[in-house]
Structure formats: structure tokens, C-alpha cells
């Protein structure tokens, strides 16, 4: 792996430029607790800013994660973008939600808060995709625990389903208090 880091005031700093984009090291995995692999990654976002995109992998239990943080401190101001979901192109722009951003969906009242898919980078339809898979995972429970709930979630599924497939227009928000968040024109 790269050794591209020194220490400062006592912490260990990462030296990621254009030249030298990528580190890797070796870090503790919080599953199995054997060592993985952590690669940072310094990418420039056209239109928008530096970002520094983070992952970890084990090849042991495979688990894996990833994040976007920006590489420079807070924007001045904050941002909020709105769009106007009208066709499949539009569901495929790219989205970077920092751990501060909000995503809201008002046509079927959805919020994504900023504690849920913190500091990621995906597409509409991603953001969309992920949220419905986290309500449907242990449907199953809920449908024999709590019947009703179980229903009223499979009723919102089928909502942003109906998104999905983009029959009518909806529109995305997202807004960010520390501008580090962006959807692609």
C-alpha cells in the first residue's frame, strides 16, 4: 500500500493530491475483527468541489462500507436543491448527501433525515431504492408482530415504486445546511 501520510501536532495526516489520489491501509474490521482494508480516494466533482470517498472491505467476513466526506471544511452557506423528477434520466443523476443533508420526496411525504444514508454519493433512483429495501427488510417480523404497521409500510412501498417508475413527476429536495451536498444538472 502507499505510505503518502506524516504526522502533524501529533495526528497522522493523509496526503491526498492529484497526484498522488489514492491511500490504502490495512484497519480493523468491526464485524469479525480481523484486518481489512481502508482506500481513500481524493476525487474533484465537476461543477461542485473536492471529495474524499472512503470505503473498507474485508475479504474475511466481506463486509463492506463506504462514505463521501468533503475535503474542505463547510461552505459559507447552505444549499438546497430541488428537482423536478420527470423522466428515467432524471432518476439517474448523481446525488452526494453529506451526513448533514436531508433528502425529502413531499408527494409521498418521505424524509430521508440526515442520520440515515450519511455521507453517501448515488443516484436518485439509488436514494429511492435504498430507503424502500431498509423498510422491507424484516417485513416479515413485522407483518407477524404488527400486522397493521406491516401494512401501512408495504402501502408506502408501493408508493415509491410507483416513483420508480417515474408515471408522474415528483419532486426531490435536498437540502443541506453545511453546502456540502449536490445533485448533478
Do not use: W
Not at 459559507?76 to 446525488?95: A, F, P
Not at 408527494?107 to 440526515?114: N, W
Amino acid at each position: 500500500y502507499k505510505t503518502n501520510t506524516f504526522i502533524e501536532d501529533g495526528a497522522i495526516v493523509v496526503d491526498l493530491t492529484p497526484e498522488n489520489p489514492v491511500f490504502e491501509m490495512p484497519s480493523a474490521c468491526m464485524s469479525c475483527y480481523r484486518e481489512g482494508m481502508t482506500r481513500l480516494m481524493l476525487t474533484k466533482i465537476p461543477y461542485f468541489k473536492e471529495i474524499i470517498i472512503s470505503s473498507f472491505s474485508c475479504e474475511h467476513c466481506n463486509d463492506f462500507n463506504s462514505s463521501v466526506q468533503p475535503a474542505a471544511s463547510h461552505a459559507d452557506k447552505g444549499v438546497k436543491y430541488t428537482l423536478t423528477v420527470s423522466n428515467m434520466t432524471d432518476l439517474n443523476r448523481q446525488v452526494i448527501k453529506s451526513e448533514f443533508a436531508t433528502i425529502t420526496v413531499p408527494e409521498v411525504d418521505l424524509e430521508i433525515p440526515r442520520e440515515a444514508q450519511k455521507g453517501s454519493s448515488s443516484t436518485v433512483e439509488g436514494f429511492l431504492t435504498k430507503t424502500r429495501d431498509g423498510l422491507l427488510d424484516k417485513q416479515d417480523e413485522r407483518r407477524e408482530l404488527y400486522p397493521e404497521l406491516a401494512e401501512q409500510i408495504d402501502k408506502f412501498c408501493r408508493r415509491l415504486d410507483d416513483l420508480l417508475l417515474v408515471e408522474t413527476s415528483f419532486t426531490f429536495t435536498l437540502e443541506d445546511p453545511t453546502g456540502n451536498s449536490f445533485i448533478e444538472n
